[in-house]
C-alpha cells in the first residue's frame, strides 16, 4: 500500500490515491505523524470532517491535554496561535481581525501591480533566453505582493524565501539544526522590530492593518502578531508558487485546453479552480485532532487521534467529480475542496485565483511556444511537508 507522503513526491499521483480510495474513506498509515495518523480520502468525508466541531487544530484541547497528563504542546510554528492552529473561539476572533485586509475591493486593486511585475521577470527572462519557472517566477510573483501588501522590506522577502528554502531541504541535526533555529529566531526579530515601528509610526500597509486591528475592543497580542505574519508569507507565497508551475505544466500537456484559454484571455482567471482541483499545491491538510470517537464509512476515528485530509484524492473522487482525471477548464461546477471548506476556509482564496490567473495569462501571452527545457521525468518535487509542486521547472520557448 503506498504512504500518502510519497504518493505526492510521485510524477502521477492519482492511479495511487484512487487505490487509496477503494480500501475506505479513511486510512491510516504510520510514520505520517507521531503516532500514526488517519488519512481523509473521499470527497464527502473529507468535506464533512472539515465541518465536523470533534475536529480541532488545537493540541492543547482540554480533551487532549487530559489525555497527555496535563502536558501542554507548543505551537505548531513555536511563535502562537494563528488561524490554521486554532479554534473557535480564537479561530474566529483572529479571523474578524484579519479579514478585512483581504476583501475583494482591495485584492482587485492588487491586480495592475501583479501584470506589471509579471511583465518585468518575463522581460529578464527574454533578455536571458532561459526561465526557471520557479525561482524566475512562480515564486517572486506571490512573495513580492504579500511582502509589500505587509509592507516589509526587501531583506525580510530575501531572508524569509532564504529560510523556507532551507526548511524544505530536510531534516538537520547537530549543529546545523541550533544554526538554522538560529537564523529562525533573526527573521522574527526582524519581524518584532517592523511591528514596533508600525506602533510609532503607522503606514499605509497590512502590518500597521493588523497592528491596530480591533474588534469589540479586542487586538491582537505581539506572539499573535508574529504567529500571523509568519503565516500569511507562507500562505500568501507558497500555494500561488506552487499552483502556478503545476498549471504551466497541466497546459503545456493539454494544448487544446491552452487554446481554449487563449481563445478568450479571461478565461485564465475563471479556470483557476480547474487547475486546483486537477492539481493543487497542497497534498493534504495540516494535523486535526479528534476530541471524540468520529464514525466515519462504519468505522471509527478514536478520540486523541491525529487526523488530515488529502486534497489531491478528494479532488479526484469519481464519485463527485466526472472524469477527474481529465483536465476540463469548463468544468462548472467546479466545487474543489483545495481552498479547504467551513470555517478553515482560505482567507487568500480571491488573491490566489488573482496571481494565478494573470500569471498565466501573461506567461502564455508572451512566450506562446513555450515547452520543458528537460524531460519531465527529471523535474523533481518539492519535499516541503504537505506540498505537491515542483523545487524547480526549467522552460525553454522558441522554435524546437
Request: aromatic share 8%; with cysteine; hydrophobic share 40%.
Amino acid at each position: 500500500m503506498p504512504h500518502p507522503v510519497w504518493v505526492s513526491l510521485q510524477p502521477d499521483p492519482y492511479p495511487w490515491l484512487r487505490q487509496l480510495r477503494e480500501t475506505g474513506a479513511a486510512v491510516r498509515f504510520e510514520g505520517l505523524d507521531p503516532g500514526g495518523t488517519w488519512v481523509a480520502l473521499r470527497y464527502r468525508t473529507v468535506e464533512s470532517l472539515f465541518r465536523d466541531p470533534r475536529l480541532v487544530r488545537d493540541r492543547n484541547h482540554p480533551v487532549l491535554l487530559a489525555q497527555r497528563g496535563g502536558h501542554r504542546e507548543r505551537p505548531i510554528r513555536g511563535i502562537g496561535i494563528d488561524l490554521v492552529s486554532s479554534d473557535p473561539p480564537t479561530h474566529t476572533r483572529l479571523r474578524r481581525l484579519v479579514t478585512p485586509a483581504f476583501s475583494g475591493r482591495v485584492v482587485q486593486a492588487l491586480g495592475g501591480k501583479i501584470e506589471a511585475l509579471a511583465h518585468t521577470l518575463l522581460d529578464r527572462a527574454v533578455a536571458a533566453g532561459r526561465l526557471e519557472l520557479i525561482a524566475d517566477y512562480s515564486e517572486p510573483i506571490p512573495l513580492k505582493i504579500i511582502c509589500d501588501m505587509l509592507g516589509l522590506p526587501k531583506r525580510a522577502a530575501l531572508d524569509f524565501r532564504w529560510l523556507i528554502d532551507q526548511l524544505n531541504r530536510g531534516t538537520y541535526r547537530g549543529y546545523r539544526k541550533l544554526w538554522l533555529m538560529w537564523q529562525r529566531w533573526q527573521f522574527l526579530k526582524l519581524l518584532r522590530g517592523e511591528i514596533e515601528t508600525r506602533r510609532r509610526e503607522p503606514r499605509d500597509d497590512l502590518l500597521t492593518a493588523l497592528v491596530r486591528a480591533e474588534s469589540e475592543g479586542d487586538r491582537l497580542s505581539v506572539d499573535e502578531l508574529l504567529a500571523m505574519t509568519f503565516l500569511l508569507l507562507v500562505g500568501g507565497y507558497f500555494t500561488s508558487m506552487h499552483l502556478i508551475g503545476n498549471a504551466t505544466l497541466a497546459l503545456l500537456h493539454h494544448p487544446d485546453q491552452l487554446d481554449w484559454l487563449r481563445a478568450d484571455p479571461n478565461r485564465f482567471h475563471t479556470a483557476v479552480d480547474e487547475f486546483i482541483r486537477f492539481d493543487g499545491p497542497l497534498s493534504m491538510t495540516p494535523a486535526c485532532y479528534t476530541v471524540a470517537d468520529v464514525e466515519v464509512d462504519g468505522g471509527v476515528i478514536p478520540c486523541g487521534s491525529t487526523v488530515r485530509m488529502s486534497l489531491l484524492s478528494a479532488n479526484h473522487d469519481e464519485a463527485l467529480f466526472s472524469a477527474p482525471d481529465r483536465l476540463d477548464l469548463s468544468r462548472d461546477p467546479c466545487s474543489h475542496l483545495g481552498f479547504g471548506h467551513g470555517i478553515h476556509y482560505c482567507l487568500g482564496a480571491t488573491l490566489a485565483r488573482l496571481e494565478v490567473g494573470i500569471a498565466l495569462r501573461v506567461l502564455f501571452e508572451r512566450l506562446p511556444q513555450l515547452r520543458l527545457a528537460i524531460p519531465e521525468s527529471q523535474l523533481v518535487r518539492s519535499r516541503f511537508p504537505i506540498a505537491h509542486g515542483f523545487d524547480t521547472l526549467p522552460l525553454q520557448w522558441g522554435p524546437s
